[in-house]
């Protein structure tokens, strides 16, 4: 049992219901708990679009989701901080949904996977153009605007399929995103998940993850004001916290990022 972790809360777990993870949430709950976890915030992926089957049900999210996370709830309380959230994307058609969630929910976390365009759907893990990133930071402002989301799950997301070079105009629409942020009082995540995929060089020859990706992080450094949380993001019972955590907890030291250990939902 190790607790000498060096951070204490994680607001982003997946589990089995979305289908690309495994264990239930209340196997990411016992686990934080012998780790030395304060809080854990467990957010799979929402059900939103009907034709998005391999994501959880809502039936799931009422029978299984909320059922398991209100058991742990009532097990372990006296040991652990336990929080009710879902990752999930924003499109405005849905508002009012969002705001049936949250009846249920402490969070929203916005995870802008997929882009809107012309109608179609457009998968930000598959292809991402200038055009794309500037049609990301619209919808993820829209998001953030909606003052529906408490988190904005790797902000710096467009950049694990962009091959062009770090300019201006991303320049542009990152800050967009950071403003965005901070005026609506979200906190914007470093994502653990995105480190696993390895290292890569930026235009000036350093190291890089694809996401958290450092010009992006750079640039958040001259807004002193934003708020930033360090997110596993895991999907495995291993990557709630391991070396690679610290890794993503060295690089914000090193940024003198505003990183916040304990959310204020
Ligand atoms: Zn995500
Ligand atoms: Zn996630």
């Not at 299984?64 to 499109?91: A, Q, T």
């Not at 179609?120 to 529906?148: R, W």
């Not at 995105?194 to 350093?206: S, T, V, Y």
């Not at 190291?207 to 934003?226: Q, S």
């Amino acid at each position: 049992m190790d607790k000498n972790i060096k951070l204490k809360y994680n607001y982003h777990t997946h589990c089995y219901l979305c289908n690309h993870a495994e264990g239930y949430p209340h196997d990411y709950i016992e686990r934080a708990i012998k780790l030395g976890f304060r809080g854990i915030g467990i957010s799979d992926h929402g059900p939103l679009r009907p034709e998005w089957t391999h994501r959880m049900s809502y039936d799931d999210f009422i029978n299984i989701y909320l059922k398991d996370i209100d058991e742990s709830i009532n097990k372990y309380s006296d040991c652990i901080e336990i929080y009710k959230g879902l990752e999930i994307e924003y499109y405005e058609e849905y508002t009012f949904y969002y705001h049936t969630l949250l009846t249920k929910l402490d969070y929203l976390i916005l995870g802008q996977h997929a882009l809107k365009i012309n109608g179609k759907i457009v998968d930000v893990f598959q292809k991402m153009t200038k055009e794309y990133i500037y049609e990301y930071a619209n919808e993820v402002v829209e998001g953030l605007n909606s003052k529906c989301f408490k988190i904005l799950a790797h902000p710096d997301l467009f950049m694990y399929k962009y091959d062009g070079k770090w300019d201006k105009d991303l320049e542009l629409a990152s800050r967009k995103i950071i403003e965005a942020a901070i005026k609506n009082d979200v906190y914007l995540e470093l994502n653990v998940n995105g480190a696993r995929r390895g290292l890569i060089k930026n235009f000036l020859g350093e190291d890089t993850w694809k996401y958290p990706y450092l010009d992006f992080w750079k640039l958040v450094t001259k807004y002193k004001e934003t708020k930033v949380v360090i997110n596993a993001d895991c999907h495995k019972l291993d990557y709630l916290y391991d070396d690679v955590t610290e890794e993503v907890i060295d690089f914000a030291k090193k940024l003198n990022l505003n990183v916040i250990e304990r959310l204020e939902l």
